[in-house]
């Protein structure tokens, strides 16, 4: 009789303990509410809507950290689009780069242009892609890591690097337009924001 008891007991703390697993896998396996769709680069991103309102092909998954060395940059390649924002701190706000962009992130670092122009202040962070952290060119130099994938006519590239200690992890959106690369938003992982989701009025 008190093996069956022990059994029993066994038995139902086994289940407490399963039903309290899933309960906190739900609360902590869920993305936080304020992070934007699609900032998972670990996982297939999901279909995008184009303006005519057909589905585009989601890029595939990417691994990270990559596990082979760095291939060199392919002129033209989305990598090669993004390296320059490193280089050069706020170059992504610059007016003079906007060539290399398209919608969404193209209308709302126009309209960050037009408020700015008109004297009402500033609407984005003069160093997104460094996810707002402190510029340190050599720190970030010697910690910048890239990952490229391209599916179609879409593509992405996952940039890591640390700042103050601090890991820091972004994705870069690509479409090609008439055969180059053109970036379509700015996701940051770390900070949970995204380009497109700024409402510069």
């Known amino acids: 009789m008190a093996g069956r008891k022990l059994l029993l007991f066994s038995a139902m703390c086994l289940l407490a303990a ?21 900032t998972a680069p670990d996982s297939v991103t999901p279909q ?25 940059i392919q ?12 280089d050069q701190v706020g170059l992504e706000v610059d007016p003079a780069q906007r060539g290399h ?20 202040g500033e609407c984005l962070d003069p160093n997104m892609a460094l996810d707002n952290a402190d510029y ?11 990952l490229e994938a391209i599916n179609g006519d879409q593509a992405k590239v996952i940039v890591a690097f640390v700042v103050a200690g601090n890991p820091h992890r972004l ?6 337009v008439d055969g180059e690369w053109k ?5 940051s992982v770390t900070g949970e924001w995204a380009l497109s989701q700024y409402q510069c009025e």
């Not at 033209?76 to 320059?84: C, D, E, L, Q």
């Not at 209308?107 to 009402?120: I, M, N, W």
């Not at 340190?136 to 890239?146: G, R, V």
């Open 48 to 72: 995008t809507t184009t303006p005519g309102g057909a589905a585009g092909p989601p890029t595939p998954p990417v691994a990270w950290p990559p596990s082979e060395p760095a291939a060199p």
């Open 101 to 120: 962009f398209i919608d969404p992130a193209k209308t709302v670092l126009d309209k960050s242009d037009a408020l700015r122009k008109s004297g009402q």
């Open 171 to 176: 994705e870069w959106k690509f479409k090609k």
């Open 75 to 86: 002129p033209g390649s989305p990598t090669a689009v993004v390296r320059p924002f490193y």
């Open 18 to 38: 399963g039903l309290n697993g899933a309960a906190a896998q739900g609360l902590l396996g869920a993305p936080p509410a304020k992070a934007p769709a699609g």
């Open 183 to 187: 970036i379509s938003d700015l996701l």
């Open 136 to 146: 340190d060119k050599a720190e970030i130099d010697k910690s910048l890591k890239t």
